[in-house]
């Protein structure tokens, strides 16, 4: 049990860590993101468009002005999203092909 404990714990202190590095728009709404850890995700941001703080980036050329501040990925407007839920909401993204995530 005190080994979980402490692997639970590993886990939420990396997360907590976590920021973005560098942010790169692709089609349909997704993000390639680069983690201070070195890892590139891919994160799909459509799920996410129906909210009412997402709603101004279902416009292309308003989604297209992703940047990096802070940590994490920001548009004008004060619209931005936690780096933990870009991390664990990611797949991984190998040489331009996202794979699926198996847990």
């Known amino acids: 049990m005190a080994n979980l404990y402490s692997r639970l714990i590993l886990c939420v202190e990396t997360l907590a860590m976590i920021e973005v590095s560098s942010v790169e728009v692709v089609a349909n709404f997704g993000l390639v993101l680069t983690f201070n850890n070195g890892e590139r ?3 799909d941001m459509h799920p996410y468009l129906h909210y ?3 709603h101004r980036l ?3 050329g308003y989604f297209s002005l992703a940047r990096v ?3 994490t990925v920001t548009w004008p407007g004060e619209i931005d999203i936690a780096p933990e839920t870009l991390y664990e909401e ?4 190998l040489a331009g092909i996202s794979s699926r ?3």
């Not at 990611?90 to 993204?93: F, K, R, Y």
């Open 52 to 54: 009412p703080v997402f």
């Open 90 to 93: 990611s797949i991984p993204w």
């Open 69 to 71: 501040d802070y940590g």
């Open 58 to 60: 279902k416009n292309q």
């Open 41 to 43: 995700r891919h994160f």
């Open 101 to 103: 995530r198996i847990c």
